[in-house]
């Protein structure tokens, strides 16, 4: 819609598609960002007001952009976007396997990519799924037990190794052990309701597929929602 605005219809021609990043860490939606809303009233700028604020901010009049030929839009100004420091194709040349990794799986992976014809964006990308926490959230707060910190804990690949908990306190920290033999400390409501976990894991080297391996919670959001067809 953006680039609608400044004349360009047709995204291959000034892309190439290994410059987008295939992974699920680029970026998330909530399904209750609507409530927040109601709270903090965020949904203010529409895309004419973006375009507006752009232009006020380059110094290139952006308008002019529909007046270029798409070979100069792709190459003179797309590719040096993608090639800075921390842009997709920064990451290949510096060899950044972490970044690789966590947004394209690895450098094979992004070999892969070689044309838009064996690009595809999965028909359900934009399909709402909520996820499963591993207990039941129909089950009053009040209620819940150590029993069902254990069924949380477990679903997410690991332990809770406290014994016992006063029914329905989500504030006092209990002991968990991850599915990496890692102990922390942590209260249920920040397990369960905040979506929190291991700190240890959480670090670099963002061991994101070996964690999937392990914790079914987490490997919900790590799958590629970006298929590539099968070229052999």
Known sequence: MILKTIGIEDIEKIFEPNWFAIRNFHGQYFLDSDILNDYLDFRRQSIEDFMLELKNELHFPITLLRYLPNFFIKNIIMRSIARLKNSTLGWIKRKDRDRIG???????????????????????????????????????????????????????????????????????????????????????????????????????????????????????????????????
């Open 102 to 232: 966590a947004y394209f799986g690895s450098l094979e992976e992004w070999k892969r990519i070689t044309t838009w014809e064996n690009f595809q964006i999965d028909e359900e990308y934009g399909k709402v799924v909520i996820l499963n926490h591993g207990y039941d959230e129909l089950k009053d707060k009040n209620l819940l037990t150590i029993e069902d910190m254990k069924k949380a804990a477990s679903f997410r690949g690991g332990q809770c190794l406290s014994s016992s908990m006063k029914e329905g306190d989500l504030e006092t920290k209990l002991k968990w052990r991850c599915a990496f033999s890692d102990e922390f400390d942590a209260s249920p409501k920040l397990i369960l309701k905040g979506g929190h976990w291991c700190e240890q894991c959480e670090a670099p080297p963002w061991m994101f597929e070996e964690i999937a391996k392990k914790n079914p919670f987490f490997e919900q959001v790590v799958s590629s929602k970006t298929k590539l067809k099968n070229t052999n």
